[in-house]
């Protein structure tokens, strides 16, 4: 198949979602996906567009939507050791053809063939050109990995911006919720979250938690975020009857209450 033609021809997102979303390896719910797109659309109301980050590539099946997030096209900086795998040569080889065939702007794509505690905040700003729009964190699963992933996230976040932390509630990787909640422990702890779906759980800045909570939330009862949306609303309201909110840290959470 000549793919350059077809991403000539076809919304490269579309192209993205029919397609890459299908074929490429990994990990990401249905949840996570549809509320990473409606959490990006609602980034144009909400800063500046800006660069995206992720700790932790894969195969690049997360990394290919997030460079669709901002309105236009940005600098996209990816952060992986690569290790682990059978045969590095071949995973590498995949994860750039995933990339050229199914990403945005693939010129626009750079991988940082490094681990993340090896990582200077400052450098990672100076190479994207800017503060981060969105951020995935989702390397070592470890605890304390985690906890210096969330700090880096922390230290290059644009105002208003996104972090999504994978595998929050994936029982065989227990470090990352004792991270996160070790982290959000801190009295100085400036991320706090917007909404647990799919594999991820979403944060901002304190100072506009609610604000994204709401907008979502409205989004999600006019039917804009389809079936994901419906249920969402479905659990929420569910769970206010029997004056069960769902909060942590003092902050609701919106969930979606399935994959």
Same mark, same amino acid.
């Given at each position: 198949?000549?793919?350059?033609?077809?991403?000539?021809?076809?919304?490269?997102?579309?192209?993205?979602?029919?397609?890459?979303?299908?074929? =490429?390896? $990994?990990?990401?719910?249905?949840?996570?996906?549809? =509320?990473?797109?409606?959490?990006?659309?609602?980034?144009?109301? #909400?800063?500046?567009?800006? +660069? =995206?980050?992720?700790?932790?590539?894969?195969?690049?099946?997360?990394?290919?939507?997030?460079?669709?997030?901002?309105?236009?096209?940005?600098?996209?900086?990816?952060?992986? +050791?690569?290790?682990?795998?059978?045969?590095?040569?071949?995973?590498?080889?995949?994860? #750039? !053809?995933?990339?050229?065939?199914?990403? !945005?702007? +693939?010129?626009?794509? @750079?991988?940082?063939?490094?681990?993340?505690?090896?990582?200077? +905040?400052?450098?990672?700003?100076?190479?994207?050109?800017?503060?981060?729009? &969105?951020?995935?964190?989702?390397?070592?699963?470890?605890?304390?990995?985690?906890?210096?992933?969330?700090?880096?996230?922390?230290? @290059?976040?644009?105002?208003?911006?996104?972090?999504?932390?994978?595998?929050?509630?994936? %029982?065989?990787?227990?470090?990352?919720?004792?991270? &996160?909640?070790?982290?959000?422990?801190?009295?100085?702890?400036?991320?706090? %979250?917007?909404?647990?779906?799919?594999?991820?759980? #979403?944060? @901002?800045? !304190?100072?506009?938690?609610?604000?994204?909570?709401?907008?979502?939330?409205?989004?999600?009862?006019? $039917?804009?975020?389809?079936?994901?949306?419906?249920?969402?609303?479905?659990?929420?309201?569910?769970?206010?009857?029997?004056?069960? %909110?769902?909060?942590? &840290? $003092?902050?609701?959470?919106?969930? #979606?209450?399935?994959?």
């Amino acid at each position: 198949m000549n793919t350059t033609g077809l991403r000539t021809r076809e919304n490269p997102l579309s192209h993205y979602l029919l397609d890459g979303y299908q074929k =490429i390896e $990994g990990w990401l719910m249905e949840g996570a996906r549809d =509320i990473t797109l409606a959490l990006a659309d609602l980034q144009k109301d #909400f800063l500046v567009q800006g +660069p =995206i980050l992720e700790i932790g590539v894969w195969k690049a099946r997360y990394l290919c939507l997030l460079s669709f997030v901002p309105s236009e096209a940005q600098r996209v900086i990816g952060v992986d +050791p690569m290790v682990g795998m059978a045969n590095k040569d071949a995973h590498k080889a995949e994860l #750039f !053809r995933n990339i050229e065939m199914y990403a !945005r702007r +693939p010129d626009l794509v @750079t991988i940082n063939e490094e681990r993340s505690e090896h990582v200077d +905040p400052q450098a990672l700003l100076e190479q994207a050109g800017g503060r981060f729009q &969105f951020i995935s964190v989702d390397g070592s699963h470890l605890r304390d990995h985690v906890l210096h992933d969330l700090t880096i996230a922390e230290a @290059t976040l644009a105002e208003g911006g996104i972090v999504a932390m994978d595998d929050i509630a994936n %029982p065989i990787a227990p470090g990352v919720w004792e991270a &996160f909640i070790r982290y959000g422990m801190k009295d100085d702890a400036a991320l706090m %979250p917007i909404i647990n779906a799919g594999n991820k759980l #979403f944060l @901002t800045q !304190r100072a506009h938690a609610h604000a994204y909570r709401t907008a979502l939330l409205e989004r999600c009862q006019s $039917g804009r975020v389809g079936r994901v949306g419906q249920r969402i609303v479905d659990h929420r309201t569910m769970m206010n009857r029997i004056q069960q %909110p769902m909060c942590l &840290f $003092g902050q609701e959470v919106l969930v #979606f209450p399935g994959q």
